[in-house]
Structures are given as structure tokens and as C-alpha cells.
């Protein structure tokens, strides 16, 4: 069953084993029936050491031409001597809302059946904006960073969010009991904000409560919103909710139709060439980004015929399998309605 239309899109494969899960991931896509035209660039360290940036200006002005693009993990490497290019690629295209589902999936058993919700989190500044100095030998200072601007965007995000997907309720996490006026700035406006909405229930919490909360039960939950460094946390542990890296995807959005999609997963140098590598992180975000692009048929079919491929026990090598990269991705392709 094959697509009509033909889409186009970004590419950026990401550093490590990212270009060769990208390829296999491309491979089940065209297998699907959908028609992409990958505009795929290089960054990360590769970039790096070619053309000494991280994030090349191509990438930037093929992803705003596009609209739209699929990306794997950039390193960061401890001493690389440049701001990760992940951080600047959201402050560049003023992503400032990175997006991330957090639901069961079928075919892999996890801690909780059910799972399902969403965490928004505010991707520009707190103490991501990088702002550190040594003030005296033996003591730094790492500023954490609070607008109001930035408050209101993620928490008026956060509503739309929950109002496209659905939802009942937005949760803020905050930390107000001790940063009172960082963390009780961001407080006081999701409050104002919650004030427009009344169609939908809002509440907050304390962000080590939350985390809490969310291990004991995570379906009192709709939609979360945090600023950066509590997003980034909760957003980890909610994919260990429902199995690990594997089953959960991220978005990275601003007030446009732009958006970018991300696989959730590391560097891996030791299993680089070999062909070993876990491809559903990449999968996972390829299929979030087919149904975007408004092919729903076909990325209902991937993800039955992935489910139906774990189930069968075909797995990577991370899930206790045999599977290769490619391996696993025949075993999906074989499973295509």
C-alpha cells in the first residue's frame, strides 16, 4: 500500500551508531508504503571535526524549509569545547517545548500496564541556559535562569497539549518550597494561565513528590509541565514506566508547524560498525513522525507489525535477544499488513 503523496523531510542521523539505525528505520518506512524525501545533514561531533560546528547552518535552513525533521542523539562529549548542539538546536529554531508520550506499548512487557501521558517540558533556559563560573578556587556558580516569557509559553503549551490529545488535567512540578522565586514565579503564572482554562482540571506538585507519585501511580496523571533540568528527569523516569528508552519517543515544538522529531537514546561507541544497535528508539520517532505527516494507516500498521515482532520474540540485543539492526527490522518488515 503505497502513499500518493511524497513528503519531505530533515534527516539528522546523530552521532555514534545513529546513522546506521536511521538507515534501517528508513529502510521499514519505505516498506510501509510512504513516500519521503530525506534531506538528510550531518551533525554532532562528525560536523565537529569537518567543519569545526556542531550544528551546521545547512541543518537550521533544511529544517525550516521542511518544517518538519527526524533526529538521533548528538553528542556531547566532556571537553568538547562547544554548548551541546542538541541545546542550541532548540534555541535556534525556538523549540522551546520538547514534548514526550509516555505510554505502554504492546509486545514489551514493563512495571505498569496502561501507562499513558505526557510530559511538557520548557527546553530553553533554567539551568540548561549554561551560565557557569568559577567564583572562588573550589566554588562554582551554575545560575539557574526564570522568565516570565518562558513560563507562559511552555504553560500555554502545556494547555494545548492537553486539549489536542484529549486531557483532563495539567499537573505543574515545581520547586517553589525552596527556589521561591524562581520555581514560584513559574508557579504563580501556570496559575494565572490554569485561570483561562477552565475545561481543564489543574493542580501542582513538588518535583520530588512527583516522581514519587508517578512510580506509585502514574495514571492520577495527564499531562506534566516543567521547566528544563525537572522535565528532563521526570521525562527518563517515565519512560522507565513503560520499559526503557525503547518504547518512548520525543517532540520538540515552538508556537509554529514546525517540529522536530527525536529518538530517545544514547551513544553507544562500543557497538559503532558492528550492526547491534537497538533500532526502535529511532523507530519509535519515525512512526510519531509518518502519523504526523498525516500517513496514519501506515504508522498503525508499523506499530502493530512491531508489536507483533516482539511478541514472536524477536528482539535487539538490549532487550535480551539476538536480533541484529537490520535483523530485527526484517522481522517488522516481514509483519506488514
Not at 13 to 40: K, N, Q, Y
Not at 45 to 61: K, M, S, V, W
Not at 93 to 121: C, E, F, H, N, W
Not at 274 to 292: C, D, E, Q, S, Y
Request: glycine share 10%; aromatic share 4%; hydrophobic share 45%.
Amino acid at each position: 500500500m503505497t502513499s500518493t503523496t511524497r513528503h519531505r523531510v530533515t534527516l539528522i542521523p546523530g552521532d555514534s551508531t545513529g546513522p546506521e539505525v536511521s538507515r534501517a528505520t528508513r529502510r521499514l518506512i519505505a516498506e510501509s508504503g510512504v513516500a519521503i524525501d530525506w534531506h538528510e545533514v550531518v551533525c554532532g561531533t562528525a560536523a565537529f571535526a569537518a567543519g569545526g560546528h556542531p550544528l551546521p547552518a545547512d541543518a537550521i535552513a533544511s529544517i525550516r524549509e521542511t518544517r518538519v525533521a527526524l533526529k538521533g542523539k548528538l553528542d556531547t562529549p566532556i571537553g568538547a569545547g562547544y554548548e551541546s548542539p542538541n541545546v542550541q538546536l532548540r534555541k535556534a529554531l525556538g523549540l522551546y517545548a520538547a514534548v514526550r508520550p509516555i505510554k505502554s506499548q504492546p509486545g514489551m512487557a514493563s512495571r505498569y500496564a496502561d501507562v499513558d501521558l505526557t510530559i511538557v517540558r520548557e527546553s530553553t533556559e533554567d539551568v540548561y541556559a549554561g551560565i557557569e563560573h568559577q567564583i572562588a578556587p573550589g566554588i562554582v556558580q551554575s545560575i539557574k535562569v526564570t522568565t516570565r516569557l518562558a513560563c507562559e509559553r511552555i504553560v500555554r503549551h502545556a494547555f494545548a497539549v492537553a486539549r489536542r490529545e484529549g486531557r483532563a488535567k495539567v499537573t505543574l512540578v515545581h520547586k517553589a518550597n525552596i527556589m521561591k522565586r524562581a520555581d514560584g514565579l513559574f508557579l504563580e503564572v501556570g496559575r494565572q494561565i490554569a485561570s483561562e482554562h477552565p475545561e481543564i482540571a489543574f493542580d501542582s506538585v513538588i518535583a520530588d513528590n512527583a516522581c514519587m507519585q508517578l512510580v506509585k501511580r502514574p495514571s492520577q496523571y495527564g499531562v506534566l509541565v516543567a521547566q528544563n533540568l525537572f522535565g528532563d528527569l521526570l521525562s527518563d523516569l517515565g519512560a522507565g514506566l513503560v520499559g526503557g528508552i525503547s518504547n518512548v519517543w520525543g517532540t520538540l515544538e515552538n508556537d509554529s508547524d514546525l517540529v522536530v522529531f527525536e529518538a530517545i537514546h544514547g551513544v553507544a561507541p562500543h557497538l559503532e560498525g558492528k550492526g547491534l544497535a537497538n533500532p526502535l528508539p529511532f523507530i519509535r520517532a519515525a512512526v510519531a513522525l509518518v502519523r504526523h505527516l498525516g500517513e496514519s494507516d501506515a504508522a498503525t500498521r508499523i506499530e502493530r507489525a512491531i508489536a507483533a515482532a516482539l511478541e514472536s520474540g524477536a528482539r535487539p540485543i538490549d532487550l535480551g535477544g539476538e536480533a541484529t539492526t537490520e535483523g530485527f527490522v526484517d522481522q517488522v518488515i516481514a509483519r506488514l499488513g
